[in-house]
């Protein structure tokens, strides 16, 4: 699904959430269709008046979920341009990231410099500098761990050691952390934490609206595997007066509820007495 480009649809008014409605009806559900719901985010991200930047941020969501990510950034990007938000920002980094981890050529390459380092094979020098130089961070942190450096000491000597060794250190200076960042970005950016979350409109504080936290205590309560909690925490938030005797409240709800009944995410806390409280919600 390419990014509609500007002027491709008609602007339109239509509530952020009915649209979110349809959309997740269409994907989650057994006879939905998940292109027509990538197709209404993708026309409401570029011709919806309300919250635009939300509906372009789900359609990334929705297509890191269908392994395409390269569409998703695109996404992500449509929405930081419209409303420069540390959620957009967040999604866009960790993107990168994940783009740059399976950048075509990472695995050979990585398989090379292990081989040539575990026979001491002097030719792995060549491809350890020109690893250290890539344009692929991922490779390049790679290249720079301790191990390598020790393989460098065995077969290099001189300025050329010296060299190389000024290279892993500076970059294991920069990124002290890599993988470490990518697990926080992991974290910041779990697609349900943010998938079908209107209340994270505009990148509100938890505080600043209750169902922001109440959704993220059911989405905590299911990552930890508590049955009991997943429970009770989900029962909270369906019975919070702002989503009540609203057509938004309404669509919240059963978003809330089909992603409960229907996504691998809660398999682990499922119980009978939650897809009762779910089903009760549709």
Same mark, same amino acid.
């Not at 390419?2 to 959430?17: D, F, K, N, R, W």
């Not at 349809?22 to 990538?38: N, S």
């Not at 569409?71 to 449509?78: K, Q, S, T």
């Not at 369906?238 to 309404?250: E, H, I, K, M």
């Given at each position: 699904?390419?990014?509609?480009? #500007?002027?491709?649809?008609?602007?339109?008014?239509?509530?952020?959430?009915?649209?979110?409605?349809?959309?997740?009806?269409?994907?989650?559900? +057994?006879?939905?269709?998940?292109?027509?719901?990538?197709?209404?985010?993708?026309?409401?991200?570029s011709g919806?008046?309300? *919250?635009?930047?939300?509906?372009?941020?789900?359609?990334?969501?929705?297509?890191?979920?269908?392994?395409? +990510?390269?569409?998703?950034?695109?996404?992500?990007?449509?929405?930081?341009?419209?409303?420069?938000?540390?959620?957009?920002?967040?999604?866009?980094?960790?993107?990168?990231?994940?783009?740059?981890?399976?950048?075509?050529?990472? *695995?050979?390459?990585?398989?090379?410099?292990?081989?040539?380092?575990?026979?001491?094979?002097?030719?792995?020098?060549?491809?350890?500098?020109?690893?250290?130089? *890539?344009d692929q961070?991922?490779?390049?942190?790679?290249?720079?761990? +301790?191990?390598?450096?020790?393989?460098?000491?065995?077969?290099?000597?001189?300025?050329?050691?010296?060299?190389?060794?000024?290279?892993?250190?500076?970059?294991?200076?920069?990124? =002290?952390?890599?993988?470490?960042?990518i697990r926080?970005?992991?974290?910041?950016?779990? =697609?349900?934490?943010?998938?079908?979350?209107?209340?994270?409109?505009?990148?509100?504080?938890?505080?600043?609206? +209750?169902?922001?936290?109440?959704?993220?205590?059911?989405?905590?309560?299911?990552?930890?595997?508590?049955?009991?909690?997943?429970?009770? #925490?989900?029962?909270?938030?369906?019975?919070? =007066?702002?989503?009540?005797? #609203?057509?938004?409240?309404?669509?919240?709800?059963? #978003?809330?509820?089909?992603?409960?009944?229907?996504?691998?995410?809660?398999?682990?806390?499922?119980?009978?007495?939650?897809?009762?409280?779910?089903?009760?919600?549709?």
């Open positions: 699904m390419a990014l509609a480009a #500007s002027g491709c649809h008609q602007t339109v008014s239509e509530p952020y959430y009915l649209i979110l409605d349809h959309a997740v009806k269409e994907y989650f559900l +057994p006879d939905g269709d998940k292109e027509k719901a990538l197709e209404l985010l993708g026309n409401g991200c919806n008046e309300d *919250s635009p930047d939300l509906l372009c941020y789900n359609a990334g969501i929705l297509l890191l979920r269908e392994n395409r +990510p390269e569409e998703a950034l695109d996404y992500f990007e449509e929405a930081a341009s419209i409303k420069d938000i540390p959620l957009y920002r967040s999604a866009i980094e960790s993107t990168r990231l994940l783009l740059d981890r399976s950048a075509v050529g990472f *695995s050979e390459k990585a398989g090379q410099l292990i081989r040539g380092c575990a026979s001491d094979d002097p030719e792995v020098l060549a491809l350890l500098k020109q690893s250290l130089s *890539s961070k991922s490779l390049q942190r790679f290249a720079s761990q +301790p191990a390598f450096e020790q393989c460098a000491q065995r077969l290099a000597s001189g300025e050329e050691l010296m060299g190389l060794q000024k290279t892993m250190q500076g970059i294991r200076s920069q990124l =002290p952390d890599y993988a470490g960042r926080e970005l992991d974290l910041q950016q779990h =697609p349900l934490r943010g998938l079908w979350n209107p209340f994270w409109k505009y990148g509100q504080p938890a505080g600043d609206f +209750p169902a922001v936290q109440a959704w993220a205590d059911v989405l905590d309560s299911a990552r930890n595997g508590s049955t009991a909690r997943a429970r009770e #925490s989900a029962r909270r938030f369906f019975s919070l =007066p702002q989503l009540a005797g #609203s057509d938004q409240g309404v669509a919240l709800r059963r #978003s809330a509820a089909l992603l409960i009944l229907q996504d691998p995410f809660f398999d682990s806390v499922r119980s009978t007495e939650l897809i009762s409280l779910a089903q009760s919600n549709l």
